[in-house]
């Protein structure tokens, strides 16, 4: 039977039990623009998601020469990238339920341009529109490669760790969760992309940091860990720049790439030393990690040894998922449409997990 209305119209309570929804997303909370087409299924207790389609268009190129993001310019590109993206999409005659648009956290005017064009996106098909949240469409990303035998269990400890935020969860269930700690300053990625600037790198730092790394000894400086001693789940990672800032100072001639093995590997050592401690003080069964510096090689390697020998499973997602993108922005929005949970329709420059 044809469907005559929206989503909404349908059975309550099969939308409760898990019903399929396939969803149309859309991210420009930064950086990227982007839009995805996924199925979702399986409720809030056991979530099952396909992504469809996943495009992405960066504007590193853009925002380059600036050595980071230039909001009002990352703005004008989702303007312009938008309705270019969704005529790549519309040739294949997608079919979804519901319309979901990231609002905060991320960059106000790049927020404002993906809101404004859901919203005009969702009256003219006639969609029903919902709000996500960046940081749990991170949090998401984590189910969009589970094959269909694998599942996470709890409770689980997670690691979101993105250029703006650093922060240490610990589950009781996919939907409920303590926010253990944050950072009190610099985002772990934040920080890639600081020392990669006074190092001459272009931005994004840290997957230049990476490729550097590769050939440097990361015991070569003994740079700080900051608070990874301290009895809490915050952490701080303005101070390891300024370190780094004095050390090429003082020692001109040192290796560039022994620079960024010691300076990634005391990042590593503190995300990796924090998560851990959460995962043995909660009985964590499953340890995820997401968000852009889970691109990260050796943190994602070092953070699923040290899960293995705690008897934690270890999630993180395959790469396409690791930085910005819209199938996550789905999966959160399936989330949240479980919870009958709402954000409002606007841009919120600071919402927390
Ligand atoms: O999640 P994301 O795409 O955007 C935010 O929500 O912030 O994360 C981007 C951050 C940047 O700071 C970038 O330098 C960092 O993720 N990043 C990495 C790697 N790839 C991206 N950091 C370390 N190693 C990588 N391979
Ligand atoms: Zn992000």
């Not at 919203?119 to 006639?126: D, I, P, R």
């Amino acid at each position: 039977m044809a469907r005559t209305r929206p989503f909404h119209g349908r059975n309550r309570s099969s939308i409760l039990l898990g019903a399929t929804m396939k969803i149309l997303a859309i991210e420009t909370s930064c950086d990227e623009t982007s839009l995805a087409l996924v199925e979702a299924s399986g409720g809030i207790k056991n979530p099952r998601f396909k992504v469809l389609k996943n495009i992405v268009s960066s504007q590193i190129d853009i925002h380059r020469p600036f050595g980071g993001v230039v909001p009002m310019l990352a703005k004008r590109e989702h303007l312009h990238n938008l309705p270019k993206l969704w005529k790549q999409l519309k040739k294949e005659k997608p079919k979804f339920d519901l319309i979901a648009v990231t609002v905060g956290p991320g960059l106000s005017p790049a927020l404002w341009a993906g809101i404004e064009f859901a919203k005009s996106l969702a009256k003219e098909l006639k969609k029903p529109l919902i709000g996500a949240n960046h940081m749990e469409g991170h949090l998401y990303s984590t189910w969009l490669t589970l094959s269909a035998k694998e599942k996470i269990q709890f409770p689980a400890a997670a690691l979101v760790v993105s250029g703006g935020h650093t922060m240490v969860l610990a589950l009781e269930s996919p939907t409920r969760w303590d926010n253990l700690g944050e950072t009190r300053d610099d985002a772990a990625g934040e920080a890639f992309d600081k020392v990669a600037r006074l190092m001459g790198l272009p931005y994004p730092g840290g997957p230049e940091i990476q490729k550097l790394a590769l050939k440097g000894d990361a015991k070569a400086i003994a740079f700080p860990r900051p608070m990874l001693r301290e009895k809490n789940y915050e952490f701080s990672f303005s101070g390891i720049k300024t370190s780094v800032l004095y050390y090429v100072r003082d020692n001109p001639k040192t290796k560039k790439a022994d620079l960024a093995a010691s300076f990634q590997q005391a990042i590593i050592d503190v995300l990796v030393g924090k998560t851990i401690r959460a995962a043995h003080e909660y009985g964590a069964k499953s340890v995820l990690l997401s968000g852009g510096v889970s691109a990260n090689k050796l943190l994602r390697e070092t953070l699923s040894g040290e899960s293995k020998k705690l008897g934690a499973k270890f999630f993180v997602p395959d790469f396409e998922f690791n930085t910005d993108n819209a199938a996550m922005i789905a999966a959160a929005a399936y989330m949240q449409k479980m919870r009958k949970k709402s954000l409002k329709m606007e841009a919120q420059p600071n919402l927390g997990l």
